[in-house]
DNA sequence: AAAGCGCCCTGAAGGC
DNA sequence: TGCCTTCAGGGCGCTT
């Protein structure tokens, strides 16, 4: 479930960590993630240094020189810094150890999670090559989200979860943004006019910069501590709420499915 | 081109 | 208590 917030500051707990340090061994108990990890991990990583962590979309690509490594989290994966010497436990597929003694640790208990080597450019990378512009950058607007939503029928929910648009808006902001902007998941994206989108992607800007300054100063040591995220349980006002009053008018929060996703929503003020 | 759905996997939750 | 079933979820990729 990590969304972008947890990804982004995933990267920047690894940051003080990892940055300058080099690759001593490269340890793959579980190959089989989401895609197998390549043997070429391991063989191209060792006495490589680590340069600089970046993120793209949810993807976090370690600069390592001679390419870059990089990771996905996808719902249940997990990143902690922790003593080369560290036991591994339960789901620790790959580690990355380094020369201070530290080891990189990847634990996915679903392996929807992911391990690539890109040795060329990242940028042509298959999975990288066709996605949409990151929420947070002024590339990203209401008017990108107008221009690319006619003639789209499609739910705006899909619409603004589907990575060739915009990405790192995942199930559960994608409804908080929504309820925010007082829009109904349901509405086809192309039946919403310029304003509302306006309103839209200033939504998901907010709600994904909130979460990114709450998670940064909550926890902020966390990866060298015990690496426990939990779940940034931040200030929902829709997601999980099914019931509960909306924090604007009171009215029941209602769960609907939609893309075989859990969504939620106000029925009273999101038109 | 767009939309819908299957699938990968495990742990948690619910039913009995 | 314990077994069995169901479901959630990111996102690719196949099908329609």
């Given at each position: 479930m990590p969304e972008l917030p947890e990804v982004e500051t995933t990267r920047a707990g690894l940051e003080p960590h990892v940055v300058g340090r080099r690759v001593k061994q490269v340890i793959v108990r579980q190959p089989q993630l989401r895609w197998p990890v390549s043997p070429a991990l391991a063989e191209s990583l060792p006495s490589q240094v680590i340069s600089d962590i970046h993120r793209r979309a949810k993807y976090l690509l370690f600069d390592a020189g001679n390419g870059h490594i990089c990771i996905h989290l996808g719902m249940s994966g997990r990143l902690r810094v922790v003593p080369t010497d560290t036991p591994p436990t339960k789901h620790d597929h790959v580690d990355i150890a380094l020369e201070n003694n530290q080891t990189v640790r990847f634990n996915d208990a679903r392996r929807f999670g992911s391990v690539f080597w890109i040795s060329g450019d990242v940028t042509e990378f298959p999975l990288l090559a066709s996605l949409g512009p990151e929420p947070l950058s002024d590339d990203f607007d209401g008017a990108w989200l107008h221009a690319r939503s006619r003639g789209r029928r499609a739910p705006i929910k899909n619409f603004i979860m589907d990575s060739h648009v915009?990405?790192?808006?995942?199930?559960?902001?994608?409804?908080?943004?929504?309820?925010?902007?007082?829009?109904?998941?349901?509405?086809?994206?192309?039946?919403?006019?310029?304003?509302?989108?306006?309103?839209?992607?200033?939504?998901?800007?907010?709600?994904?910069?909130?979460?990114?300054?709450?998670?940064?100063?909550?926890?902020?040591?966390?990866?060298?501590?015990?690496?426990?995220?939990?779940?940034?349980?931040?200030?929902?006002?829709?997601?999980?709420?099914?019931?509960?009053?909306?924090?604007?008018?009171?009215e029941p929060i209602r769960r609907v499915v939609i893309g075989q996703r859990s969504t939620f929503y106000c029925p009273r003020c999101q038109t």
């Open positions: 915009v990405v790192g808006v995942g199930n559960i902001y994608a409804s908080e943004a929504l309820h925010a902007a007082g829009i109904h998941p349901k509405r086809a994206a192309g039946r919403i006019s310029a304003r509302r989108y306006d309103r839209l992607a200033a939504a998901i800007k907010r709600v994904l910069d909130d979460a990114i300054i709450a998670g940064g100063t909550t926890l902020r040591d966390y990866i060298g501590v015990d690496g426990d995220t939990g779940y940034f349980q931040l200030s929902l006002a829709v997601y999980g709420k099914a019931g509960h009053a909306c924090p604007r008018d009171g």
